[in-house]
């Protein structure tokens, strides 16, 4: 995995600009902050953020990948203020389930979700290096 950082530009905090992997391309669809049988465990956002994070990285170990293998999330959030005053709860989750790799990202306020109760929703892509003998 190469991370791709055009010279001259300033260094992006807690993502990457862009990100060139070979391997097993995995595509995770968009995961909401309910747990494994689809029940709200949690309310505010950055509980969900922790759960829907979680949620991506169970699917991912299903192709037998890792949080390590992320190149690309993107969040849709429902407010954008409510993301923001969430930050630090979010920082500290997402250290804790991912470490320090960011992959590229983008963060989205949209009108709504499909699941009413959800603060926000996440999409992921991975690629997962190709065993070699």
Do not use: C
């Not at 300033?10 to 990100?19: E, L, Q």
């Not at 250290?95 to 983008?106: K, T, V």
């Not at 959800?118 to 690629?127: G, M, S, W």
Request: overall charge neutral.
């Amino acid at each position: 995995m190469q991370v791709l950082q055009p010279p001259g530009w300033a260094r992006p905090k807690g993502f990457s600009n862009g990100i060139a992997a070979q391997g097993k391309l995995v595509f995770i669809a968009g995961q909401v902050g309910w747990d494994a049988q689809q029940q709200w465990r949690q309310r505010g956002f950055a509980g969900q953020f922790r759960q829907a994070l979680e949620n991506v990285i169970s699917v991912l170990k299903e192709a037998n990948g890792g949080p390590e293998h992320l190149v690309r999330l993107t969040w849709y959030v429902i407010d954008r203020d409510e993301y923001l005053s969430s930050v630090q709860e979010v920082g500290a989750a997402y250290r804790e389930l991912m470490g320090r790799h960011y992959p590229a990202m983008a963060v989205v306020q949209v009108a709504g979700l499909v699941e009413a109760e959800a603060r926000l929703e996440i999409e992921a892509t991975a690629v997962i290096p190709e065993k070699r003998p």
